[in-house]
């Protein structure tokens, strides 16, 4: 599941904007609500897995269960 789905997927009821921005020089940031989540550029490095989405729970809390099955 890419980083965007799994955002969408936990919390989209609640998001008012998310923000995934990649470009020249591997350039990656994660902003939420305006607010910067993670840069790869200020950590000189990419995100570790889980990293953004429990950056998404400390800020929001557990993801919703939102969908029907």
Known sequence: MSLAAEILDGWAPVLRGVELR??????????????????KASLSRHA??????????????????WRKA
């Open 22 to 39: 990649s470009g020249s020089k591997g350039r990656f940031e994660v902003s939420l609500d305006g607010e910067l989540v993670f840069s």
């Open 48 to 65: 570790h897995e889980g990293e953004v989405v429990a950056a998404f729970e400390q800020r929001l809390g557990t993801r919703l269960k």
